[in-house]
């Protein structure tokens, strides 16, 4: 079990630079989650730790070791691939046990090891067969028990569930929670599923075109996201984005449409300019009695039981709105409807840099 | 069949029927001819069902008494130097494709495409544009009349090499930067992975080169001027000429059907790495 | 072309691909390089000197009449053994396809000929048609038809298109049944439906959907009978009667080995590499497509 630590870590592609000076450190033990859309270089950042891909500047460090050099063997971590890359010639022994073979762990323990995590993943009926044979859930069970057995310092997981189908996704998610849990090995886990990434990680870091956003834990994120994209893309349904200018005192936001949102603090902008204001839908509550400081049409309802959405246009320029009740509420489509909101479940951007401002 | 056309379905066979005939017709006349004594092979028309001189006719050819009179290697030891060449061929060609295709598909190194390139030019050289200055060089080198100028120029391959590198690209790349992590160097990846999963290309490719390594003609016809040297293939064409002469077609006939036998052998029972293989290698 | 990851530099690769490239530049490019070399040149005929003279190797046969007309003829028996042998394929597999039970047997019993080496398949039909004990010479003779390929020309030509077709046969009719097969059944019942009949039906959409392969076999057949023929010419025939069967490949083995005409034979070889490089040209260039079956 091991730290690691990135410095200002780089790559570039010839001319072109994907990953733009990373820093951040991972605790001995923690479960970090590199979450961004794809192309964001998520990918390509787990690959550098593991040393399948070369490092064009700053320094990565495992345990005490700068890595940059080090081949991939000799880095002691485990990698969980999307697509398992089982070798398929080989016996699910023979998989997990080819890592400990070349390492020249004496025959005995390879065995002991082998049949002790096989245990734990309850791949013990499998051990003799091929991977051919197994369904996709054993065959990423596999690949996890590959990376168990070779007992290393981290594990590396590159979108491991991602070939799995969503009910699958949901139980192999909790597994591997359970696991690292239980076997405590500081664990990078690369997905572009938000979900996942939530549930899984003590800490996230969310990449955007090569740069990190935010690296906090998932409350954080969801409470205080430090910019517009953390913002959008952290919750499902995604955040409602308005466009809005600050009021004279800076204490408010003014809509388009001229509805005043109080804030409950003083921004440090100019009075007048114009800023992004972000709602997260399941925080805006149905208005009662004249505390209402929006209001619109509904458009498309959505009703699943235990909470029902109501999506509208909102007003003329801005883009669309949904808005999330707890419970059934029987509404037809061209209702209008008044709503409100705390003004501490209000987030608001500069427009220009994307940053957090209040 | 999509529809029910029992008339058809019946001349769909018979036109089958025909064309298995037709195709099978020149080898059944060989095995009828390898039947039947001298005298019945030397009168007019001959017969077209067989005879019962077969094991006769097999001894002798066996024994080197092909055509009488004149002192011939016994077509086993033939047989033997036939084998000895489409093996090292097939063989020959596996191996170095192999390497070559693991080197420009795995490594990166200054030249790697100018490699490939040279490879790729081979494909536009066929023995038979530059036969003359080849044979030079073979002379030249001393390797008239061995097993190794007989084949070794033959065993560079551009198809072999291209099928390898295709069934390389296929592996996904994942499985060697799994090998890796699990620290395997490229000898223990070749070995151990690569080797394995291009099992079945390799046999089927085997197949195809054994067949075009024993039916080679025009080199060695060439390159081995010893008669203890000469292949059955390239044997067939001297007792041909002595058949104007003095016509045993009976022996002569019985020595083709040897000389085509073990190709045919390994096309039958081999059909499907056979059919593999010429639709992988073949561009 | 290469993977994303590949193995760290070292001289391992060069000793990977250097036996490979030791026989091609041994034994393939220096060769051809000699070949370029010698059209260049002409030896006089007991080798004591030789000159250089640029392309008159190269005048010399585009002014011989007798060049044309090897030339011509070898165009010739290769459009006959292609058209020959990929029609009979093509029929053979039309059938093939339609059969449900069995395929696979038809399938062993034609592919035979594949195995067999041109100049054994050579020897088989010479054998056959032996003027004086061949068994369809015999029957040819029955029918009022003289058959002697020694003496007449035509009819040695006809015996080395019907061997070198048979031979070619087996090849054909694997890739046209196999690009048949890939046909999905849906569009065939969807034809069926439509009313057409199994005739209707194979030159109407299974002939113009296996038209890619019969492009590439055309390119395949055509460098098979340029190249791969010498054996069956050379059991048959010899080239003759009076050179009537003469192909380039042959003539320059001939003029080489046996006329002893270095200079003639390397420009022969010079003009044939062309050709196989406008071929292969023409074959990477339009066959890789063939992979959509």
Redesign the interface.
């Known amino acids: 079990m091991s730290n690691i630590s990135l410095d200002y870590v780089r790559k570039s592609y010839g001319p072109s630079e994907v990953i733009h000076g990373i820093s951040g450190s991972i605790q001995q033990g923690e479960f970090v989650v590199i979450v961004g859309p794809s192309g964001c270089g998520k990918s390509t950042l787990l690959r550098m730790i593991a040393g ?2 070369s490092i064009t500047g700053g320094e990565i460090q495992i345990g005490k070791r700068v890595v940059n050099k080090l ?1 991939p063997a000799q880095r002691n971590i485990a990698m969980v691939f999307q697509n398992y890359a089982l070798y398929p010639h080989m016996s699910v022994f023979d998989n997990m046990s080819y890592g400990l073979k070349i390492r020249k762990v004496p025959k005995e323990e390879i065995r002991r090891r082998v049949e002790e995590t096989a245990e734990i993943l309850e791949l013990t009926p499998y051990l003799k067969r091929s991977p051919r044979q197994l369904s996709g859930g054993q065959r990423q069970r596999v690949a996890m028990g590959r990376a168990i057995v070779r007992e290393p310092d981290v594990f590396l997981f590159d979108e491991p569930l991602s070939n799995l189908d969503a009910k699958l996704r949901v139980q192999m998610r909790l597994e591997i929670k359970k696991l690292q849990e239980r076997l405590g090995i500081t664990s990078v886990y690369v997905t572009h599923d938000q979900v996942e990434a939530m549930t899984l990680g003590h800490r996230l870091m969310v990449l955007n075109a090569g740069s990190v956003e935010q690296f906090g834990t998932p409350i954080d994120l969801y409470d205080k996201p430090a910019t517009l994209f953390v913002a959008t893309f952290i919750g499902s349904p995604a955040m409602n984005i308005l466009n809005g200018t600050v009021s004279e005192d800076a204490s408010s936001i003014i809509l388009p449409e001229g509805e005043v949102i109080p804030l409950g603090m003083r921004l440090n902008a100019q009075a007048g300019a114009s800023v992004n204001l972000g709602m997260r839908p399941e925080h805006i509550r149905l208005a009662t009695n004249g505390n209402a400081l929006f209001s619109f049409k509904s458009d498309v309802i959505e009703e699943l039981g235990a909470d029902t959405i109501i999506h509208a246009d909102f007003g003329k320029a801005t883009s669309s709105m949904a808005v999330r009740l707890d419970g059934i509420h029987r509404v037809s489509s061209g209702t209008q409807f008044s709503f409100a909101i705390d003004p501490e479940n209000l987030h608001v951007f500069d427009p220009e840099s994307g940053k957090r401002i209040n | ?3 029910n ?1 029992p008339f ?2 019946t001349l ?2 018979i ?2 029927i025909l ?2 005939i ?6 059944w ?2 095995f009828v ?1 390898a039947t039947h004594d001298l005298a019945r ?6 017969p ?1 069902w067989p005879g019962s001189h077969f094991f006769d006719n097999l001894k002798l050819a066996l024994e080197g008494k092909v055509v009488s009179g004149v002192d011939m290697l016994p077509v086993w030891k033939m047989m033997f130097n036939s084998l000895i060449m489409a093996l090292m061929i097939a063989i020959g060609k596996i ?3 192999i ?2 295709a ?8 200054p030249f ?1 495409m100018g ?1 490939f390139w ?2 790729f ?6 023995v ?7 044979f ?3 002379a030249s080198l001393g390797m008239l009349n061995s097993y190794l100028g007989l084949t ?2 033959l ?3 551009a198809t072999a ?1 291209f099928m390898f590198r295709q069934v ?2 296929t592996i996904p ?1 994942e499985m ?2 799994s090998a ?1 992590i699990d620290g395997a ?2 000898v223990r990846f070749f070995f151990d992975m690569l080797l394995p999963l291009s099992r079945t290309n390799i046999a089927a490719l085997f197949v195809i080169l054994f ?1 075009y390594g ?5 080199w060695p ?2 390159i081995t001027t010893d008669s203890s040297l000469s292949t059955v ?2 044997s ?2 001297e007792m ?1 000429d002595s058949a104007e002469r003095t ?1 045993e ?1 009976n022996t ?2 019985m020595t ?1 059907l040897l ?2 036998l073990p ?2 052998l ?3 029972s081999m ?1 499907k790495l ?2 593999k293989g ?2 992988e290698t ?2 | ?10 001289p ?3 000793l ?2 250097a ?3 030791a ?10 390089g ?2 370029m070399y ?1 059209s260049f040149l002409i030896e006089d005929a007991f080798g004591f000197g030789r000159e250089f003279v640029w392309f008159e190797n190269f005048e010399i046969l585009f002014e011989d009449p007798l060049y044309a007309d090897v030339f011509i003829r070898t165009i010739f028996f290769s459009v006959m053994v292609a058209a020959l042998s990929m029609f ?1 394929s093509l ?2 597999a039309g ?2 396809d ?3 039970k069995g395929a ?1 047997i ?16 050579g ?6 048609f ?1 003027p ?4 369809i010479a ?2 040819l003779d029955l029918i009022g038809v003289d058959w002697n390929h020694f003496l007449n020309g035509g009819q040695a030509m006809a015996l080395i298109v019907f061997a070198a077709s ?1 031979k070619q ?3 054909n009719f ?2 046209y049944l ?1 690009a048949m097969q890939a046909i999905p059944k849906s569009m ?2 969807a034809a ?1 439906i439509d009313g057409a009949g ?1 005739a209707k ?1 194979f030159w109407t959409i299974i002939f113009p959907l296996v038209s890619p392969t019969t492009f590439f076999l055309l390119v ?1 057949n055509i460098v098979y009978a340029f ?1 791969d023929t ?2 069956i010419i ?2 048959v025939t010899e080239g003759g009667p009076a050179g009537s069967t003469v192909t380039l ?1 042959y003539k ?2 001939s003029d ?2 046996i006329g002893l005409d ?1 200079g003639g ?2 420009a022969q ?1 010079v003009i ?2 062309a050709m ?2 406008g071929l ?1 040209v023409i ?2 260039r339009y ?1 890789e497509r063939r992979v959509d079956y």
Request: glycine letters at 2%.
């Open positions: 399948l891909e081949e | 069949m999509v529809e056309r058809f379905d769909t066979h036109i089958l064309g298995v037709l195709i099978a017709f020149p080898i006349i060989t001819a092979m030397s009168q007019a028309p001959i077209i191996i170095i494709s390497l070559s693991y080197a420009i598909v795995y490594f990166d190194f790697r490699f040279m490879i030019i081979t494909l536009m050289l066929p038979e544009v530059r036969i003359l200055p080849t030079e060089v073979v070794v120029p065993i560079a391959s090499t390389f690209l790349d060697l930067e890796r160097g490229p067949i024993w039916n080679q003609y025009m016809l060439l293939v390239v067939i064409k041909l016509p077609w002569i006939m083709a000389a085509m190709p045919i390994v096309i039958v059909q056979f059919v010429l639709t073949d561009k | 072309m290469i993977k994303r990851v590949h193995f760290p530099s070292s391992l690769p060069y990977l691909v036996p490979q490239i026989i091609t530049i041994v034994f393939f490019i220096w060769p051809a000699q070949a010698q009979l029929i053979l059938f093939a339609r059969v449900v696979t038809y399938r062993t019993l034609l592919i035979w000929p594949y195995a067999v080496a041109p100049v054994l398949a020897a088989l039909w010479v054998f056959m032996n004086s004990v061949g068994i015999y029957w048979w046969i087996a090849y694997l890739f196999a065939i019942e069926a199994p039906r395949i190249f010498f054996g050379h059991a490949v320059v083995y080489g080995f270095l034979s390397a070889s044939l590499m196989v490089i292969t074959q990477f066959v």
